[in-house]
C-alpha cells in the first residue's frame, strides 16, 4: 500500500508564493507519474501539475508561467512551486501517484491553500 505525505500549505496574500511537497512511501511500486490536483468549494478536482516519468509536464492553462512542478523519480517525492498566487487558487490541493500497479490512483488527503485578497 502507498502512502502520500503532504505539505506546505496555508494562508498567504495575492501576489505571494507557497511551496507544497509530497513523499510517497509504502511497499514497492512503480510511478508513473507524480503531480498535483486541486478542488475549491462547489467544484470538481481538477488537473494543476502532472509530470509522467517519461514524457511531457502537464499544467492547468490558468497556472502556467506562475507554478512549477519538480519531481525527483529516486525518492519519490513532488514539489510544487507556487508564485503570483490569485485568490482563485484558493482550493484543497491533493497529490497525486500513478502507479503501474493497483489501486493505480493515489491520492494525498489533501493540504488547504488560502489566497486572500
Known amino acids: 500500500q502507498v502512502q502520500l505525505a503532504e505539505s506546505g500549505g496555508g494562508l498567504v496574500q495575492a501576489g505571494g508564493s507557497l511551496r507544497l511537497s509530497c513523499a510517497a512511501s509504502?511497499?514497492?511500486?512503480?510511478?508513473?507519474?507524480m503531480g498535483w490536483f486541486r478542488q475549491a468549494p462547489g467544484k470538481q478536482r481538477e488537473l494543476v501539475a502532472l509530470?509522467?516519468?517519461?514524457?511531457?509536464?502537464n499544467y492547468a492553462d490558468s497556472v502556467k508561467g506562475r507554478f512549477t512542478i519538480y519531481r525527483d523519480n529516486a525518492k519519490n517525492t513532488v514539489n510544487l512551486q507556487m508564485n503570483s498566487l490569485k485568490p482563485e487558487d484558493t482550493a484543497v490541493y491533493y497529490c497525486y501517484l500513478a502507479t503501474a500497479g493497483y489501486p493505480y490512483n493515489n491520492w494525498g488527503r489533501g493540504t488547504q491553500v488560502t489566497v486572500s485578497s
Open positions: 509530470e509522467p516519468t517519461s514524457g511531457s509536464i
Open positions: 509504502g511497499s514497492s511500486f512503480r510511478a508513473n507519474a
